[in-house]
């Protein structure tokens, strides 16, 4: 929504200053060491699926600017974009929360990462109903109902979130 309101300053002749933070930097800020090329190659060697044009330029996209909403249909291949993603992250050794809306949705992102061909057993955790909350794997995918309410110190320990069917979240 940002580009809206950038917009809406700009036709009203509003001013607005972007502030640096911790947490998000600047909103434009953009990541100079991702080409869109590399991308694509990367995307080639850690995958057993060649990727789709739009996929490589959806991830080439987030990697480029550290975040991105990424909108795609049904059966366009998200996993593998998120999975593509993923596993960039997890090759910086930075520790990943994928958030999904349901249990379901929790075992087809693990089963579709393995089925990439990553070794999901010493990576990937699953947290829902049951499931423990705790674990060192760099990766823990976990449908939102069962982490909203966990203090924000659980949280701190994680670089990147990435969420899935984002039009659920609130």
Known sequence: LLDKIVQFCDNYGYTYKFEDN?????????????????VKDYMHSICAHTPRKYQIEGVYGALKHNRKLLISPTASGKSLMIYSLVRYYVDKGEKILLVVPTTSL????????????????????????????????????????SIYKLPKTW???????IGDEAHQFK
């Open 22 to 38: 911790k947490f998000y930097g600047t909103p434009y800020e953009e990541n100079d060491n991702i080409s869109l090329e590399g």
């Open 155 to 161: 949280f701190e320990r994680f670089d990147v979130v």
């Open 106 to 145: 929790v075992e087809q992102m693990y089963k579709d990462f393995e089925d990439y061909g990553w070794d999901v057993e010493d990576i990937c955790h699953k947290i829902y109903a049951g499931k423990d909350l705790l674990s060192q794997h760099p990766v823990i995918i976990s449908t939102w109902q």
